[in-house]
């Protein structure tokens, strides 16, 4: 029986929760691990108690594991004897009462404004065609316009481009849809890149193959762009404008959109929904922008601040003699 708890398991998930494949493959790769752990201890799924659970994750720290891989793999796993609890395979839940290592709240690596036009300059000029370049740049200003997740932007499907649109529908984590807005160089660089796309598919469709339903085709198995090319891509296109590649990754760039929209005024409850945050807590760690906006706000508008620009010792006297 326990030999089908995970595969029930993970078909329950993206049944019932809608969840996406790399959600699906992480819990594969996590259960997989503590169901290999139990059985080099002579246990499995359906005998192993709160202690061997408990065990399991000192193991994984003692092999070095980082608090968030180690919080992932409990989270797993506690999700896994929820619905072993509710299926009846178990009359308890021996992962209930654990609690997780926790996760730092890491301020997240972003660029400065020009940088990112550094980068989207760069990827103008890069690329070995004319479709390439096309194709970058419809890439970054996209994903800098509308803070989509790498995985959100690459398996856009071409239906979403059609009708120079002012807003793209985008299918988030566990099929949630949401609008994004777009901004004019992003809609320019899109209705460039479709018109080559299309006469691109066109030609193959001419030689008898299927045209591409992706924004991004690719002839790979996905049919689409994949995460990793376009991980690939952009630490190019960061070393062609200059910034350093350890800095910039697909993410940084949703980290960017979100910090620069909060730095320009931007609501947080807004900027939640553009993102596809499910709880506005996750957004949250975006407001230290807010730290340097507040403290220059300060500055130049509080009454008592000395160094104010136009503020002379004579002008304060003169306001408090009358």
Known sequence: MT??????????????????????AAYAR?????QDWLAGRGSDLAGATQDDIEAYLLTCAAEGLAASTRARRLSAIKQLYRFAF??????????IRIRGPGRAQRLPTTLTEAEVDRLLEAARGHGRSRGDRLRNTCLIELLYATGMRVSELVALPVSAARGDPRMLLVRGKGGKERMVPLSPPA?????????????????????????SSFLFPSRGKDGHLTRHRFHGLI????????????????????HAFATHLLAGGADLRAIQTLLGHADVATTEIYTHV??????????????????KPGRSDGAKTSSEGQ
């Open 187 to 211: 809609r320019a660089a899109l209705s460039e890149w479709l018109e080559l796309r299309d006469s691109q598919q066109d030609a193959r469709r001419t030689s008898g193959a299927a045209p």
């Open 30 to 34: 996590d259960l997989q691990d503590f």
């Open 3 to 24: 030999a089908t708890w995970i595969s029930t398991f993970l078909e329950a998930q993206a049944a019932e929760l809608g969840a996406a494949q790399n959600t699906l």
């Open 290 to 307: 807010l730290d340097a906006r507040l403290r220059d706000l300060v500055e130049e508008h509080h009454p008592l601040v000395q160094d």
């Open 235 to 254: 630490k190019e296109l960061a070393v062609t404008a200059g910034i350093s590649p350890d800095k910039v990754t697909p993410h940084t760039l949703r």
């Open 86 to 95: 509710e299926e009846g395979w178990r009359t308890d839940n021996p992962a």
